[in-house]
């Protein structure tokens, strides 16, 4: 007879607690420092940039440190995958997002300073970011791996929670108590989310990392690319020499495009050309390594296409954090009177809108819509969701795009009229980041978790590099000469751009999850008898 364990509804593990706890205050002080980041920059740390170039230096630094947060996922990955296991790295690392924050709130009028706190912080936040995710995962089996969805949307309700009152109190402290105590905050609440993870660290369940593996996705893909058949050329490899030689020229170009772009975009050549002529040639790595080994790889090109196809998303998202703050510092701001409590809206603060519709849309989604669908005969499966989600960040854009063309035309808009566009961004969001969490982990093979929870980071960074790309192309006068035939402003001609690429990689993207077939690769377990 089934049982809820043997049907996957065992019950919920009692360290998970602990985890999200943490994840909670973390994500505050990630989150509050970042949505004060973009005003502070402008308004206090570069007033020696000239007053034009201000708002664009502002967007680009805060867009870079965006980047630099979801690069050394790679490390941290790494470093659990192959020699520390995730929890000490996860622990080892956050003291380096504590000492982040000190730096932040200690040198707020020390450029060099600064930027070293940022540094830090990005070492520390995208470093455990994809593991905490993963060292969830690593807490179910077998018995109650259903429960894994629901801790998923609870992890990602906690965290928005976090973010929501940081995105509420940090603009005020920072306009009320100056920068050190607006930084100083987001570090006591580190510093506590550290001391919560290391509390429960007699309950987890540690997955030591693997071993040294003669059958490792980078090994299979080199035997694939290096494999000889009489009578065959090796195309995959050409192409792999061909994202080779691509970084190399996209490095040598850091100097005139800028390092991080620079650097990202080899890295990005790297991976899709590498991959590319990997899946050419994969066969043949047959008879060298196991078939469980050669099918592991292929999961990860799969897996890789559909990280890849989210990027555009991610560019859309985080800038709200940036463009849209910059539109809202344009907007008029009304006083609010809520139960006789008067209160004038902070362009900073209505990104508080984000995590407080998060809160609301996950248990809406999961007790009204989703049951809705499945009632009327359709199923939203994991890429279902990630489809619909990368639509309705395109729609937020344009509607984004409308608002700032009226301004443009002389209409004086009321910030409020930013609540249409953060509620369709939210949905995408919900859409497609809580899912991506727990698709990322059922798909990726066992000794790939970190590592494959660092490329889901990866794709915020590739994400944003498409976001300083843009940037740095509307500096060209050909390109702004072309925009300018349009009648359109800049600003309101990049808005309408990216949404076109989301819309249109949501179709892209919808097609491909047709031919997707999902896998089960959670851990195994065996049910009580």
């Given at each position: 007879?089934?049982?809820?364990?043997?049907?996957?509804?065992?019950?919920?593990?009692?360290?998970i607690?602990?985890?999200?706890?943490?994840?909670?205050?973390?994500?505050?002080?990630?989150?509050?420092?970042r949505?004060?980041?973009?005003?502070?920059?402008?308004?206090?740390l570069l007033?020696?940039?000239?007053?034009?170039?201000?708002?664009g230096?502002?967007?680009h630094?805060f867009?870079?440190?965006v980047?630099?947060?979801?690069?050394t996922?790679?490390?941290?990955?790494?470093?659990?995958?192959?020699?520390?296991?995730?929890?000490?790295?996860i622990l080892?690392?956050?003291l380096f997002?504590?000492?982040?924050?000190?730096?932040?709130?200690?040198?707020?009028?020390?450029l060099?300073?600064?930027?070293?706190?940022?540094?830090?912080i990005?070492?520390g936040?995208?470093?455990?970011?994809?593991?905490v995710?993963?060292?969830?995962?690593d807490q179910?089996d077998?018995?109650?791996?259903?429960?894994?969805?629901?801790v998923?949307?609870a992890?990602?309700?906690?965290?928005?929670?976090?973010?929501?009152?940081?995105?509420?109190?940090?603009p005020?402290?920072l306009?009320?108590?100056?920068?050190?105590?607006a930084?100083g905050?987001?570090?006591?609440?580190?510093?506590?989310?550290v001391?919560?993870?290391?509390?429960g660290?007699n309950?987890?369940?540690?997955?030591?990392?693997?071993?040294?593996?003669?059958?490792?996705?980078?090994?299979?893909?080199r035997?694939?690319?290096?494999?000889k058949?009489?009578?065959e050329g090796?195309?995959?490899l050409?192409?792999?020499?061909i994202g080779?030689?691509?970084?190399i020229?996209?490095?040598?170009?850091?100097y005139s495009?800028?390092?991080?772009?620079?650097?990202?975009?080899?890295?990005?050549l790297?991976l899709?050309?590498g991959g590319i002529?990997?899946?050419?040639q994969?066969?043949?790595?047959?008879?060298?390594?196991?078939?469980e080994a050669v099918e592991?790889?292929?999961?990860?090109?799969?897996?890789?296409?559909?990280?890849?196809?989210?990027?555009?998303?991610?560019s859309?998202?985080?800038?709200?954090?940036s463009t849209?703050?910059?539109?809202?510092?344009?907007?008029t701001s009304?006083?609010?009177?809520i139960l006789?409590?008067?209160?004038?809206?902070l362009?900073?603060?209505?990104?508080a809108?984000?995590?407080?519709?998060?809160?609301l849309l996950?248990?809406f989604?999961?007790?009204?819509?989703?049951?809705?669908l499945?009632?009327?005969?359709?199923?939203?499966?994991a890429?279902?969701?990630?489809?619909a989600g990368i639509?309705?960040?395109g729609l937020?854009w344009?509607?984004i795009g409308?608002i700032q063309?009226?301004?443009?035309?002389?209409?004086?808009?009321?910030?409020?009229?930013?609540?249409?566009p953060?509620?369709l961004?939210?949905?995408?969001?919900v859409?497609?980041?809580a899912?991506?969490?727990?698709?990322?982990?059922?798909q990726?093979?066992?000794?790939?978790k970190?590592?494959?929870m660092?490329f889901?980071?990866l794709?915020?960074?590739v994400?944003?590099?498409w976001?300083?790309?843009?940037?740095?192309?509307v500096?060209?006068?050909?390109?702004?000469?072309?925009i300018?035939?349009?009648?359109?402003s800049v600003?309101a001609f990049?808005m309408?751009?990216?949404?076109?690429?989301a819309?249109?990689?949501?179709?892209?993207?919808?097609?491909y999850?047709?031919?997707?077939?999902?896998?089960?690769n959670?851990?195994?377990?065996?049910?009580?008898?």
């Amino acid at each position: 007879m089934a049982t809820d364990q043997t049907q996957g509804n065992g019950p919920l593990p009692r360290q998970i607690p602990f985890i999200i706890v943490n994840e909670a205050a973390e994500r505050f002080s990630f989150y509050g420092m970042r949505n004060i980041l973009t005003p502070f920059l402008i308004s206090t740390l570069l007033l020696f940039v000239p007053l034009e170039d201000r708002t664009g230096e502002a967007k680009h630094v805060f867009h870079t440190f965006v980047i630099g947060a979801y690069f050394t996922p790679l490390l941290g990955g790494f470093l659990a995958d192959r020699l520390f296991g995730k929890y000490k790295t996860i622990l080892w690392l956050s003291l380096f997002y504590v000492a982040g924050h000190a730096c932040l709130a200690i040198f707020e009028d020390n450029l060099k300073g600064f930027y070293f706190g940022l540094f830090l912080i990005a070492l520390g936040a995208g470093g455990i970011k994809p593991l905490v995710s993963a060292f969830v995962g690593d807490q179910f089996d077998q018995t109650n791996k259903k429960r894994a969805k629901v801790v998923y949307d609870a992890f990602y309700w906690c965290i928005n929670f976090g973010s929501f009152f940081a995105s509420l109190l940090m603009p005020l402290l920072l306009k009320d108590y100056g920068p050190s105590v607006a930084f100083g905050v987001p570090g006591l609440l580190m510093a506590f989310a550290v001391l919560v993870f290391w509390l429960g660290r007699n309950k987890y369940v540690n997955v030591p990392p693997a071993p040294p593996n003669p059958d490792s996705l980078t090994r299979v893909a080199r035997t694939a690319l290096l494999a000889k058949r009489p009578g065959e050329g090796r195309p995959g490899l050409v192409v792999a020499v061909i994202g080779v030689a691509g970084a190399i020229v996209s490095l040598l170009m850091s100097y005139s495009w800028g390092f991080v772009i620079g650097a990202c975009t080899a890295l990005v050549l790297l991976l899709a050309f590498g991959g590319i002529g990997t899946g050419m040639q994969l066969e043949r790595a047959r008879g060298h390594h196991p078939d469980e080994a050669v099918e592991g790889v292929r999961a990860v090109l799969r897996i890789l296409i559909v990280f890849a196809l989210v990027t555009p998303f991610w560019s859309l998202f985080d800038q709200k954090a940036s463009t849209w703050i910059v539109q809202a510092n344009s907007m008029t701001s009304p006083v609010l009177d809520i139960l006789g409590w008067q209160f004038q809206v902070l362009p900073a603060q209505m990104q508080a809108l984000n995590p407080l519709l998060v809160m609301l849309l996950i248990p809406f989604n999961n007790l009204a819509l989703f049951p809705l669908l499945r009632a009327i005969g359709i199923e939203p499966t994991a890429l279902r969701r990630m489809t619909a989600g990368i639509a309705f960040s395109g729609l937020a854009w344009l509607v984004i795009g409308w608002i700032q063309l009226s301004m443009d035309g002389g209409t004086p808009m009321s910030i409020l009229w930013q609540l249409a566009p953060y509620a369709l961004l939210t949905m995408g969001e919900v859409l497609v980041s809580a899912t991506g969490l727990e698709f990322a982990y059922s798909q990726a093979p066992a000794s790939m978790k970190g590592v494959i929870m660092s490329f889901w980071t990866l794709a915020v960074t590739v994400g944003n590099l498409w976001v300083l790309i843009v940037n740095a192309s509307v500096k060209n006068d050909y390109v702004l000469g072309h925009i300018g035939d349009t009648g359109l402003s800049v600003i309101a001609f990049q808005m309408f751009f990216f949404a076109g690429f989301a819309l249109l990689t949501a179709l892209v993207f919808g097609l491909y999850a047709l031919r997707y077939k999902m896998v089960d690769n959670y851990r195994g377990g065996t049910a009580p008898a």
